[in-house]
């Protein structure tokens, strides 16, 4: 089994200066620890053995290079390359990408710009991902998208191949419901729809995970069964998957010799000072100059410290064509100095600045060597510096500072956690870190160590992957079921070949899409048409089965020939005839229900309360998602309480709850004409809740089919009302022979 990686970024790097080619390493988190694990993934007994990257190499390449880089990719990294200019890389990249989605996900909505020459540059580098990796793709292959440059890709990917395996991991934090909205409509739809394209969506926090399932019950209005959402063709689960980090290659470095060497030598600058390390990609969502303001006070307070401790800043390039970016540089800068100037003396140096990029050698003796680590972004998705820190402590000697709105903190709870705005409590932090004993140091990193070193990159990895294959799996028993090739065609022949048939057809999400207003869902004239066409047939009974009240259906379908069901079978009209009830009802109970019933619509906006002859309605298709939950759970509580000892029942429709007399449903509705007619060939069709009691009840030779993806008593399964009406137009083709007045002859 093949992996495809697919990431804004491959996990090489190639330069082109002078018409000569440089390929190295790219940095990063996800490019180092991911290709680490891929190069040891066939020594793992694991399902997959084989990956392939896809991803801009870093650099824009030239016409005449690129079929050189693509070879040379292919042949010894495993990539494919995607090329991009500089020119779409800047309206992508550094605009929609780190001007947008960068900001606002990270809680900076005042640093966020809404540009629309932007947003469609990143739905178009997006298309260009989706050719790329159509390019490649195999049957069977598995499709791993990585992180917020590619939220739409799962969407287009499966909108080409529909039963691709695709997966979805976002690695920075996903913001709550009230930022996410900030986005305008079509783009934070589009982005939502996109992630849902694919069947397994990753985040690294609980928090993450439940902010996208809100974010998608409001927006978009779909509930979700335990992270599972059911979308218009197939399941799309979300779930929490804590990054890990390549534990053994930082708890081991130390006995590298040229890591070894960088220890001796750090240790030599630094004398018997106390190091305080700090270690960030220049970016305002690391928190660096609440750090510094924090180490300032620290300095202020506790004069007892000064020539006995240092801060070492490390701080990585990053996104240098970024305006903020460069700002940030010189506020730095200038508080670097500040510090020094106010504190410093001949011999010492309070706050050593770097910015630069580190090798792998000298960041682990960076993290080996410190006493403390201080890692307080203001918001991080999961934030790998803090555990690599706590990895690299051989010894188990050193104190973790961690910021609480990390997603790390979500595992590391030994680490001392602030508020990183609060420069106050980072004082306090700081003090606490440098005094903590050393017993104590040991036993908080010694736990910590156990989870990193149980939960490594590898770990995390293979159980994105497994859980992956098992929603494939899932998905693959649901597809079987799917109506299509052979079994139509089956299906056909014997709807052909029989003397008598029926066609059972639910109305609401099955014939016609749901519409807010329960009259807007009118049958179109080619629907019309369709229903006339196959009631016309000789020995075809064609029936809709409804929730909805007689006379509507009287208004829509009379004249068309088909027999009709409503209120869920109070009432029934069989083809030519007047209607009847299949037995004797009372609505005397009406006139309570309705009281309980208007309380809850006024309290829920958007509400409102459908009378029928023997039933009452509560619709909540147009309220706000959450609010109605609530409203729908306590309005369910008061009418169970009130129907106890009453001859009711209460049934949860989609987007609307109905009361009605015990003892009518689609079940009694169905059988009645079953009975009655005892054709040689049953078509039942129907998405809801209350079409599984005639799904249950028909013989298993029944063709019953459920309208939507999910778990069903029906034999197969249709995606939606589209192809429902597509099925019966081909029924109403299919051409009969004319039986012969003397076939005894």
């Known amino acids: 089994m093949r992996l495809i990686v697919v990431s804004n970024r491959l996990h090489v790097t190639v330069e082109e200066k002078e018409g000569k080619l440089n390929y190295k390493q790219s940095s990063g988190g996800l490019a180092t620890g991911l290709s680490s694990y891929l190069e040891t993934m066939k020594s793992r007994n694991f399902e997959v053995s084989e990956y392939l990257w896809i991803g801009w190499p870093g650099s824009a390449i030239s016409a005449g290079k690129r079929a050189e880089v693509s070879s040379e990719l292919a042949s010894k990294y495993r990539c494919h390359p995607v090329f991009l200019s500089e020119k ?9 990408c780190n001007k947008t989605i960068w900001p606002l996900f990270h809680y900076f909505p005042t640093l966020t710009n809404y540009s629309a020459e932007h947003w469609n540059q990143y739905v178009s580098v997006n298309e260009t991902f989706c050719d790329a990796v159509l390019e490649i793709v195999k049957p069977g292959d598995i499709v791993w998208v990585h992180d917020y440059q590619l939220m739409l890709l799962p969407a287009m990917l499966r909108k080409k191949i529909p039963d691709l395996a ?3 991991f976002h690695h920075i934090p996903f913001p709550s419901f009230e930022i996410f909205r900030l986005l305008p409509r079509e783009w934070r739809n589009s982005i939502l729809e996109g992630l849902l394209g694919s069947d397994l969506v990753g985040f690294h926090t609980h928090d993450y995970t439940q902010y996208f399932l809100r974010a998608v019950l409001r927006m978009l209005g779909h509930e979700h069964n335990l992270g599972a959402i059911n979308c218009d063709n197939h399941t799309s689960v979300a779930d929490t998957f804590p990054i890990g980090i390549d534990y053994e290659k930082f708890n081991g470095a130390s ?7 960088e220890i001796d030598e750090f240790k030599k600058a630094s004398g018997d000072k106390k190091i305080i390390l700090s270690v960030d990609r220049l970016d305002y969502t690391k928190g660096i100059i609440n750090r510094l303001r924090g180490y300032e006070l620290f300095l202020e307070r506790y004069p007892q410290w000064h020539g006995h401790v240092s801060l070492l800043s490390l701080v990585v390039p990053s996104r240098t064509g970024v305006d903020q970016y460069m700002t940030m540089k010189k506020q730095i800068e200038e508080m670097v100095g500040k510090i020094n100037g106010k504190f410093g003396s001949v011999s010492w140096t309070p706050l050593i600045y770097q910015f630069r990029s580190y090798s792998f050698e000298a960041l682990a003796a960076a993290y080996s060597a410190s006493d403390v680590g201080l890692v307080t972004p203001l918001r991080d998705g999961m934030n790998l510096v803090a555990k690599e820190f706590v990895a690299s402590k051989a010894d188990g000697r050193g104190v973790l500072v961690l910021s609480e709105t990390a ?5 590391m709870g030994e680490a001392i956690m602030v508020n990183p705005n609060d420069v106050d409590e980072m004082t306090l932090a700081i003090k606490e870190a440098l005094e903590l004993p050393e017993e104590e140091q040991i036993r908080r990193n010694k736990e910590m160590q156990k989870r990193l070193k149980r939960y490594d990159i590898s770990r995390w990895a293979e159980d994105f992957i497994l859980k992956l294959l098992a929603v494939k799996a899932e998905r693959s028993k649901l597809e079987t079921k799917l109506l299509r090739g052979n079994m139509k065609k089956e299906m056909f022949e014997k709807y052909g070949k029989a003397g008598s048939r029926l066609l059972l057809l639910d109305y609401d999400g099955t014939l016609v899409p749901f519409a807010n ?9 080619k629907l019309i048409e369709t229903l006339k066409k196959l009631s016309a047939v000789p020995g075809n009974d064609v029936v809709i089965i409804s929730g909805r009240e007689r006379h509507t259906l009287e208004k829509w379908f009379g004249g068309t020939g088909i027999g009709m069901v409503a209120e869920h079978g109070a009432w029934v009209c069989e083809k030519g005839g007047a209607w009847h009830a299949l037995k004797p009802l009372k609505n005397d109970w009406k006139h309570q229900i309705m009281q309980i019933v208007e309380r809850c619509v006024d309290r829920l906006p958007g509400a409102f309360m459908e009378e029928k002859e023997f039933a009452v309605v509560f619709h909540y298709r147009k309220s706000d998602s959450e609010l109605s939950a609530l409203r729908v759970r306590e309005l369910r509580d008061d009418l169970i309480h009130f129907t106890a000892n009453a001859d009711l029942q209460i049934l949860m429709g989609n987007k609307a709850l109905e009361i009605r007399c015990a003892g009518v449903s689609k079940e009694v509705g169905g059988m009645h004409f079953i009975v009655a007619n005892k054709p040689d060939f049953i078509l039942s069709v129907g998405d809801d809740v209350t079409d599984e009691d005639l799904f249950k009840a028909l013989p298993e030779t029944v063709y019953s089919v459920k309208v939507g ?6 034999r197969y399964y249709l995606p939606g ?10 029924f109403s083709n299919i051409k009969f022979a004319e039986k012969s007045a003397d076939s005894g002859h």
Do not use: C, W
Request: aromatic content about 10%.
């Open 88 to 96: 779409v890389m800047d309206k992508f990249y550094l605009g929609f």
């Open 166 to 168: 695709i997966g979805y």
């Open 255 to 261: 006995k590298n010799p040229h890591v070894q060497k």
């Open 407 to 411: 997603g790390a903190a979500r595992e």
């Open 517 to 525: 207003s329960p009259e807007k869902a009118r049958p179109g004239s």
């Open 709 to 714: 993806v999910e778990r069903s008593s029906a």
């Open 721 to 730: 009302f589209t192809e429902v009406n597509g099925l019966l137009e081909e």
